[in-house]
Nanobody, 126 residues
Framework: QVHLVESGGGSVQAGGSLRLSCAAS????????MAWFRQVPGREREGVAS???????TITDSLKGRFTISKEDAKNTISLQLSNLKPEDTGMYSC????????????????????WGKGTEVTIGS
């Protein structure tokens, strides 16, 4: 059973930065797809960014230039660098993963992701 744990959330002022991490355990091989999603108050969950086992990255257009997803040295660990944060970035950021290579790994494929973390809260003050 794959277990995902997010960390790095917190409260910062607008214009600040945060670095979120997601570590997966319980799987000996490389997970095919790992991604970040967020739930902003009053809105549906949205995809933020994804990265597949080959390092191919997708980021939602509205966040390009401010958010960056990357792999960490530790196996099945990814990060999300959040920069120039805005109050509207406030929300719960969750990591998701899928082991099977049966779909195209993108941030819009939440339904294809089998494993989910509990999330880490991000609060941006104005």
């Amino acid at each position: 059973q794959v277990h995902l744990v997010e960390s790095g959330g917190g409260s910062v002022q607008a214009g600040g930065s945060l670095r979120l991490s997601c570590a997966a355990s319980g799987y000996d091989r490389n997970l095919y797809c790992m991604a970040w999603f967020r739930q902003v108050p009053g809105r549906e969950r949205e995809g933020v960014a994804s990265i597949d086992a080959d390092g191919i990255v997708t980021i939602t257009d509205s966040l390009k230039g401010r958010f960056t997803i990357s792999k960490e040295d530790a196996k099945n660990t990814i990060s999300l660098q959040l920069s120039n944060l805005k109050p509207e970035d406030t929300g719960m950021y969750s990591c998701a993963a899928e082991a099977r290579r049966y779909f195209t790994c993108t941030h819009s494929n939440s339904r294809a992701m089998e494993y989910w973390g509990k999330g880490t809260e991000v609060t941006i003050g104005s």
